[in-house]
């Protein structure tokens, strides 16, 4: 179950969902809806790509390691390590849809902050935009840098057709539902066979920014 601003501490992809693309320079969101709380291992697939796998391990709703489920890709990985991979809804303004966004760790430590004096930049009514800048700090691709303008962020009531937006859209959870143990088995299984996996769309780079 996807969790409030407010409680949060803080995604593998089952389908192929519309993403927001960080740019650099200044990006501009509004999130919307709550926050899912994942961490993923990252398994090769054929063509040496890398597949997002949920670990199991991990609880969503507590937020806290408890290892009640079998978690198959530490037993056939053992020296593989998941990820932190929060994410939420957001509407990109540039186009008007509602996206996916990859959280970063360091960005949405930020954002929780300011969240403790400007409120829950999800509420439709006093709300915030969250705005930000992606600047490269070196050649590799966790050399990224994102920082929160606070003063830009501006409180602003979502528009009626954004509401409408938000209320055709599919929620976070239903975008990437939690795996059972036995879905993860046999997708490790097809990935040992050397079949590919279709639905396997997120950039790798989204976790490595994540540092």
């Not at 398994?43 to 796998?53: A, H, L, Q, R």
């Not at 490790?188 to 396997?200: I, Q, T, V, Y």
């Amino acid at each position: 179950m996807a969790l409030s601003f407010a409680t949060s501490k803080g995604g593998a992809i089952s389908k192929k969902v519309d993403t927001y693309t960080y740019k650099d320079g200044e990006n501009t969101v509004r999130l919307v809806g709550g926050i899912l709380p994942r961490y993923v291992y990252w398994v090769k697939g054929t063509n040496n790509k890398d597949i997002p796998v949920e670990c199991l391990a991990f609880n969503r709703d507590k937020e806290k390691f408890d290892n009640l489920e079998v978690d198959h890709v530490a037993e056939q990985n053992p020296d593989l390590k998941c990820t932190w991979s929060y994410s939420m809804n957001c509407i990109d303004p540039t186009d008007g849809k509602v996206k996916v966004l990859p959280l970063k760790k360091k960005l949405f430590a930020q954002i929780r902050d300011a969240a403790a004096d400007l409120g829950d930049p999800t509420d439709p009514d006093a709300g915030w935009d969250v705005v930000f800048k992606r600047a490269k700090t070196g050649p590799l691709a966790y050399n990224v840098e994102y920082t929160l303008s606070v003063l830009r962020c501006k409180k602003r009531a979502l528009s009626e057709t954004e509401r409408a937006t938000v209320q055709a859209a599919d929620t976070i959870d239903a975008k990437y539902p939690r795996p059972t143990p036995e879905e993860v088995l046999a997708l490790l299984n097809k990935l040992n066979a050397g079949a590919s996996e279709e639905d396997a769309s997120v950039d790798k780079e989204a976790v490595d920014e994540l540092s």
